[in-house]
């Protein structure tokens, strides 16, 4: 596909080559509407019924995936194989391109090994100015880096799901109030900075909050599920207790209203599951109930999603889905993807 004025599908009448292009899969989709403006403005109106995803990984081979969520199939290349790392303009021409040819789609953003962390300076607000659905992030950098980690807590709250790998200076600080509310389906941290007065101002509407990197004190940990109870919408919650010693649970639970289960399933996602014991039931004032456990002594678990010994079940379990997906993986040949 190299000459657009001589491509049969333009022979057609404007409904017929639609519904050719809706045939298509993503791969042929996206080549096809770069061919000319009359191909990109067909190739749009053919598909814009459908979601698609953008997954970017700006490490050495940045390998990119679009995804039909609807025709479930993807195209998966390496952006400008054998050449160097792109620089900023191609990509964000590339984001461009892709937004004005699928217009519902969610991007997703990984820069875990990525030369250029500071890229998501520039590439976050194209997102927001494209207004796309941002799914998940994951910001990564082996050098302290202050200012890039306040723009993730000023810029990035919007974003799905949150990995946090973004080294700071020995005596960076910012306050709950600086961090905006957050409402994630997931966040994952392991700055040592971050406290459980972040938690409880910024992010007890977080879906799922995984600090295992961090260590709390008991009083910490009674407060955030104090705070639980009166109503969050936190489903699961991992952390590290410190205690000095052993860590009770009576200490951790002082004060809250508990029932002891020997023996519960306990699952972070609906799907997968880990059997705890010595568990206590708590329960929050709209009747959300959830299980608290203590692994290992330092290891500190909540979850809504639990079965009981007796085969109860609560929160929202999920079943697996099996289906075949259909998948166009080639490398890219160097052409211009976002010209």
Not at 88 to 105: G, K, W, Y
Request: charge should be neutral.
């Amino acid at each position: 596909m190299t000459n657009a004025h001589s491509f049969p599908l333009l022979r057609l009448p404007l409904l017929a080559a639609i519904k050719g292009i809706q045939l298509m899969n993503v791969r042929e989709q996206f080549k096809l509407s770069k061919l000319s403006k009359r191909l990109l403005f067909i190739v749009k109106t053919s598909v814009k019924k459908q979601s698609f995803k953008l997954d970017i990984k700006l490490r050495k081979e940045f390998p990119v995936k679009i995804k039909s969520r609807t025709a479930r199939n993807k195209y998966v290349f390496n952006f400008q194989p054998g050449l160097d790392y792109p620089d900023l303009e191609s990509i964000q021409n590339f984001i461009v391109h892709v937004a004005s040819v699928f217009s519902d789609l969610t991007i997703s953003l990984d820069f875990n090994d990525a030369r250029y962390p500071r890229y998501l300076m520039d590439l976050v607000p194209l997102t927001k100015n494209l207004n796309l659905t941002r799914g998940f992030l994951r910001a990564f950098t082996d050098r302290p880096d202050d200012e890039l980690c306040r723009f993730i807590f000023k810029e990035c709250n919007d974003f799905k799901r949150i990995y946090m790998y973004c080294r700071t200076t020995p005596d960076f600080e910012l306050s709950p109030e600086q961090t905006g509310a957050f409402c994630t389906d997931q966040f994952v941290i392991n700055d040592p900075w971050f406290s459980m007065n972040h938690v409880l101002q910024s992010f007890m509407d977080c879906k799922k909050l995984d600090l295992l990197s961090l260590d709390f004190s008991v009083t910490d940990v009674n407060k955030f599920l104090r705070n639980w109870i009166q109503g969050s919408g936190v489903n699961y919650l991992i952390c590290n207790v410190s205690g000095g010693g052993e860590v009770r649970m009576e200490s951790l639970l002082k004060g809250i209203t508990a029932v002891p289960e020997p023996e519960v399933m306990i699952s972070s996602d609906g799907l997968g599951r880990l059997r705890h014991y010595g568990c206590f039931i708590i329960e929050q004032s709209n009747g959300v109930k959830g299980v608290v456990s203590r692994c290992w002594n330092k290891l500190f678990v909540l979850s809504t999603v639990f079965e009981l010994e007796n085969g109860e079940k609560y929160g929202n379990w999920r079943e697996e889905e099996f289906y075949e997906v259909e998948t166009d993986d080639e490398s890219a040949d160097g052409e211009d993807y976002y010209g």
